[in-house]
């Protein structure tokens, strides 16, 4: 599944490979561990698609629909910043009060997109319910349309 972020894209954000060693080695290899980093970033994708499903339609990979370089760059570096949440998250470790502040901040950000107060430009709505329900030709009592029952005692009794 597609990313907003890639491996890279968090390990740049480090002093030094390390530093991300030191956050993901669970084996005290001495080495960053790709597997750690991965579900960090899965946690980071699930974080950002979960407020914006609502709102934005998704790409077959699983991303908000958006061809918007700028979108595109804010939702890489929320991606990569949650990844270094989790990360700091992680048993062992210690969150700052600076990436408490800016971890509220991020889920802040998304809370107004998903009740309407920012959005992203560029960004594709997700498709109309009534295009998706096989049902909505029959109509619904709170559309007003017609909500007749098809199946009731009567038109059953000859089976």
Not at 82 to 111: H, K, N, S, V
Request: glycine share 6%; hydrophobic share 40%; net charge negative.
């Amino acid at each position: 599944m597609a990313s907003y972020a890639s491996d890279a894209d968090v390990i740049a954000r480090f002093e030094s490979e390390r530093a991300v060693a030191h956050l993901t080695d669970d084996a005290e290899t001495g080495v960053a561990d790709p597997a750690v980093i991965a579900e960090a970033r899965a946690y980071a994708d699930g974080m950002i698609n979960s407020y914006l499903a609502r709102r934005y339609g998704f790409t077959s990979g699983g991303l908000v629909n958006t061809s918007d370089a700028n979108i595109l760059a804010l939702l890489k570096s929320t991606c990569v910043d949650l990844a270094i949440y989790y990360l700091f998250a992680r048993p062992g470790m210690e969150i700052t009060a600076r990436m408490q502040t800016f971890y509220d901040r991020i889920m802040q950000w998304l809370q107004d997109v998903v009740a309407g107060k920012a959005d992203l430009p560029g960004a594709s709505p997700p498709p109309s319910p009534t295009s998706r329900s096989p049902l909505f030709e029959f109509g619904t009592a709170d559309e007003g349309t017609d909500s007749r029952r098809l199946f009731t005692r009567t038109t059953m009794q000859a089976l």
